[in-house]
């Protein structure tokens, strides 16, 4: 059985800092680029940022400077950082694991930034 399991989410006020983490069981986890993903009310869900299997990363033009993400294979878990948070960052988050056509989804973490 696949698992993705988010946590960290949280209110927090702007200009702060959030780390999401997502522990992953089930699959091959180092064969899997590893995204976050999240989605605001009355949005669609948005590529947040990826890491791929040989660690390169891509990040929404919205989130780069303030947000990382990273990967440990041995811990089968991702991470996104988050600083300099703003009200529009309030989502919710959610990790993917991606393999061709394969996609599984966590079931999300509520990220809310008060201004």
């Known amino acids: 059985q696949v698992q993705l399991a988010e946590s960290g989410g949280g209110l927090v006020q702007a200009e702060g800092s959030l780390r999401l983490s997502c522990v992953v069981s089930g699959i091959a986890f180092s064969f899997y680029a590893m995204g976050w993903y999240r989605q605001a009310p009355g949005k669609q869900r948005e590529l947040v940022a990826v890491?791929?299997?040989?660690?390169?990363?891509n990040y929404a033009d919205s989130v780069k400077g303030r947000f990382s993400i990273f990967r440990d294979n041995a811990k089968k878990t991702v991470w996104l950082q988050m600083n300099s948070l703003k009200p529009l960052d309030t989502a919710v988050y959610y990790c993917?694991?991606?393999?061709?056509?394969?996609?599984?989804w966590g079931q999300g973490t509520q990220v809310t930034v008060s201004s």
């Open positions: 993917n694991a991606n393999q061709f056509l394969t996609d599984y």
């Open positions: 890491i791929r299997r040989d660690g390169s990363t």
